[in-house]
């Protein structure tokens, strides 16, 4: 007989397998789950002299959460390497900081990090801004990311090593902001215009290999605090899939990574993408990656005008009143890109920020499910979807990536509400209205554009459609609220499916991945405001702890 590798018990294990939804055992051989149930039904069976028997002491166990959109190896870079600061914090806050930063940096240095809030894009277009962020950085170059990491902010050094001067065209599909009485770039930089500087900065401060896998390690890592043992990268670089490779090869790679392959790029300096990168996925799988998905940005974000709405933006000085904003692609190449997708295989994960870039994205799928394709399309972001265009989410089987954590009030809530009026930016993210249709509702970070991964903040808005820090009052669009069991399966069994990795993970069934967590108190038993404070103690992944807080 075979005994069991380790066995769990005295633990209120919420599987989240419907036959059998609740246990207080767990037997694990070779990192896959072989027994569920009581200690007395596992014992005979699964104990042996070199089993290991933890006992959890009454603790609740459920299954590791997922989150199907992030980009972990930036979030662990921006950990490692950089600054950082909260979207709420002040241009006064942020001048400071960098006041300090630089003083432990050496001369030259570049200061790099973020996230600066939307709100305050006319601030740092203002003059004085620039002058005050050169002073503080005591003539170090300065690149800083916003909330969305759409687009940046660079100081007088950084603009100058770039080369971008009152002479500079824009690039295609991004902005160089000036200021309107000289021409001179204010420091903004929207969209691809941020690449300009970025590629000059990676050129002066190359990373390795072995910062790419470490890097990306230490994403995991913070990942694993928050109970995470599953994620899609949303926009992978073949640097990147080295590095996975890499890592899965030295046994360090303690996730379920699913990869999305950039067809085109707005946001990361990355070369090759689309054609030379796309098709290349299979090179680097391994057990624990799967490069299953390509990765499409088919527009930007609302606070720059270059989300595609169906109605028009408020009227701008720029656009007038007549302006959706635009798509970055013709129809035409959307549906090139998913049909040759689909006959490969393939996945597609589609960054819609407004409800006209969701409609092209559901007209495209029309054309890949009658020419027979079952593969999976996700809608990612998806905060605006118009309401004609729920129901066809779930007939064409398109599923809603619901992240950034837009669902409840926040700083990216109010720069949108500044551009498309209060009433149109309330009716975000319909997730009640996409379940209700039977369409599928997954749940992802955006992390670093959110500042930590953490999903029991979106759990707890899913819940209360309220800001679980309580920093901004009221609810967004409370008819929207998802029940506690739809709110965790947004996070596990439901992101565990679209991902592709539901025979993997998700659940805690016979057969599957030894994925799971240890919580300080049972999320059933508590107020549904107290969801964003439940606090992971351990994060076990193939049956090895991973994290131990």
Avoid at 82 to 96: G, N, R, S, Y
Avoid at 245 to 270: H, P, Q, Y
Avoid at 326 to 347: P, Q
Wanted: aromatic content about 6%.
């Amino acid at each position: 007989m075979s005994h069991a590798d380790l066995i769990i018990r005295n633990a209120h294990i919420a599987t989240l397998d419907p036959h059998a939804p609740w246990a207080s055992a767990l037997a694990v051989r070779g990192g896959r789950i072989v027994g569920v149930g009581s200690v007395d039904e596992l014992h005979d069976e699964f104990y042996g002299p070199q089993t290991r028997d933890v006992d959890m002491g009454g603790a609740t166990v459920m299954p590791g959460l997922h989150d199907a959109h992030n980009h972990h190896q930036v979030g662990g870079k921006a950990d490692l390497m950089e600054i950082e600061f909260l979207p709420t914090a002040t241009l006064d806050q942020i001048v400071e900081m960098i006041r300090a930063y630089a003083l432990e940096l050496p001369e030259g240095a570049w200061v790099v990090g973020g996230s600066w809030g939307s709100t305050l894009i006319a601030e740092l277009n203002e003059p004085g801004a620039k002058q005050r962020i050169d002073d503080a950085s005591a003539g170090r170059p300065v690149l800083l990311v916003d909330d969305s990491h759409h687009n940046k902010w660079a100081n007088s050094r950084a603009l100058e090593l770039a080369g971008i001067s009152d002479a500079t065209p824009d690039p295609v599909d991004g902005t160089i902001v000036r200021y309107p009485d000289s021409n001179e770039p204010t420091g903004m930089l929207f969209e691809t215009a941020g690449l300009i500087a970025e590629r000059v900065m990676n050129e002066l401060n190359p990373m390795t290999p072995a910062l790419w896998a470490s890097t990306s390690e230490r994403g995991m890592q913070i990942l694993h605090s928050y109970g995470v043992t599953a994620f899609m990268d949303a926009g992978v670089s073949l640097e990147l899939l080295e590095a996975f490779r890499t890592l899965d090869t030295e046994g360090r790679l303690k996730s379920w990574v699913v990869s999305c392959l950039m067809a085109n790029n707005m946001i990361f300096d990355a070369d090759p993408v689309g054609e030379g990168l796309v098709w290349q996925g299979d090179t680097f799988r391994t057990e624990h990656h799967r490069p299953d998905f390509i990765k499409i940005f088919l527009d930007g974000i609302p606070p720059t005008l270059t989300a595609c709405f169906l109605e028009p933006y408020l009227p701008s000085a720029e656009h007038g009143d007549h302006w959706h904003g635009e798509i970055t692609m013709s129809v035409d190449e959307l549906e090139s890109w998913l049909v040759r997708a689909a006959e490969r295989g393939l996945g597609a994960k589609v960054h819609c920020t407004g409800d006209g870039a969701v409609r092209h994205v559901l007209d495209a799928a029309e054309k890949v499910r009658a020419a027979g394709h079952s593969t999976p399309l996700h809608i990612a972001h998806g905060q605006f979807v118009a309401v004609e265009d729920v129901p066809r989410m779930a007939r064409l089987q398109v599923t809603a990536e619901i992240s950034p954590t837009l669902w409840f009030p926040g700083v990216i809530y109010e720069a949108i509400k500044l551009v498309i009026g209060e009433e149109r930016a309330t009716r975000m993210q319909p997730n009640r209205s996409v379940l209700e249709a039977g369409g599928v509702v997954i749940g992802g970070s955006d992390w670093p554009v959110i500042p930590l991964p953490n999903p029991w903040v979106g759990i707890e808005g899913l819940v209360t459609r309220a800001d679980p820090s309580g920093t901004f009052s009221g609810t967004l669009w409370v008819e929207q609220a998802l029940t506690l069991d739809e709110a965790i399966a947004v996070y596990t069994t439901a992101s565990s499916k679209a991902m592709g990795l539901g025979d993997t993970t998700g659940s805690l069934e016979l057969g599957k991945s030894a994925d799971f967590i240890v919580l300080d108190r049972n999320p059933w038993e508590i107020p549904a405001t107290d969801l964003a404070d439940v606090r992971v103690r351990q994060t076990w992944f193939a049956g090895e702890q991973v994290f131990d807080r």
